[in-house]
């Protein structure tokens, strides 16, 4: 159905394809695997519409694809759910699907006949499983899944016949990711074309027809899940893989506390968004928060990066709440400004800033010499210190959001889903870089809404659910017991 020849494309001195072919099938599922930076999004937005390429040429049923339009792209039967949610923030749900001409519906789009884009949406979430949240809900103020899942509903609006999904699965629950599996085996068994862009190979396997792997943007093998284990799809994608790291850190109960929570309470125009969350965090501990997001987790880490009120309780590191570092889950909306240069996002971080200035004036020299030793030191992919953060792909970004919490010499480090879209090199350094700093003294809150990370990562393990926390007990750590509590089911 979809077949691309010899695609090539630059970005600057970066070659991000470099003759890639590429072909998908009427009625498969087609996983896209890849390191971070292998190419995997830039063919997937070569497909539609938003990247012209240099050379090479597309088809769709043999007929040539008009390359650098989107619309050319969606009216030939291509959409696509990209991997950061591509919402108006300060509008509600609605509008954004009447905006992004949801249905293709030119009247209604025209008129932003709001009921009828509603009604449209209702019928098309039923008919998916969704859950759409409450009416003129405003984006901002949904989680991260609600984002993406109103996304997957606008593209199938479309009823399109090549669907491209950019890591839909980060954001779902283990109770929720059979679910949207079983849809993509519906919309294969419709005749439809799925690309599945994922770095979870154990997913990959389990619902691709087949799949094709992308390295330093070449490709590298198109294969099938009987033919290639997780093992040998590790290794077309990166080359030998170290093993995963497993926590091999033991706090012991009467070890210094680092970080304290007492009864924290927040609530949003009358809504209990946090309620009466407790925790403590100890030295040399990775403390896991495992919970389906838009459960409060969001709200907890905007209260200890200061950038929220709490209602009620506090919290404490040590007696000084400034040694925390956090690493938010959005890196493009809340951890970097794209438009600025890496030196300048490294910047952000005050206690960075401190050591680098001098007598109130900022040393510019120094800050860009201690970016460039960054980049080495974290080996991020970067032509410099003056390279625009918008230039790095999404793994290079995290990496530096990573190391921006590292060097700021934090006791505390607050990582929101620092793995989300990173590849497994790049997800097996992160686990590293954190255990090396709970190791030598320091401590980490990790919130995750991936089971396989907190359960080979955490000592202490917590859930959340609906703003409530709990610990989970050395019985509840199995996928299934955690996923029951993570949908609030305490009593089971």
Known sequence: MLEAKSITRRFGRTLALDSVDFF????????LLGENGAGKTTLMNVFTGAIRPDAGSVTLDRAPLALGSPEAALRAGIAAVHQSPMLFERFSWEKNLALGGFGSDRTAFARLDLDAVTSKAHDLARHLGFELPPPGAIIAERSVAERVRLEVLRALSFDPRVLILDEPTGVLAPNELNAFLDLLRRLRGEGRSVILVTHKLAEARAVADRITVLRNGRFVATTTPVESDESALARLMIGELAPPPEAQLHPVETSATLLEINNLSSRNDGVTILDGISLRLNTGEIAGVAGVDGNGQAELVEILAGARVATTGSFQVSGDSAAIAVIPQDRDLDGLILDMQLWENLMLAAPIRARMTHRG??????????????LATFRIRASGPDALASSLSGGNRQRLEVARALTQHPRVIVAHNVTRGLDLAATAEVHRLLLEFATNGGAVLLISSDLDELLAMATRLYVISRGKIRAAEAQD????????????????
């Open 24 to 31: 998908a099938r009427a009625g498969e599922i087609h996983a």
């Open 361 to 374: 004036w900022l040393d510019v020299p120094r800050a860009t010499g201690l970016c460039r030793e960054v």
């Open 477 to 492: 750590r199995s996928p299934e017991k955690l996923g029951l509590l993570m949908a609030g089911r305490w009593s089971e």
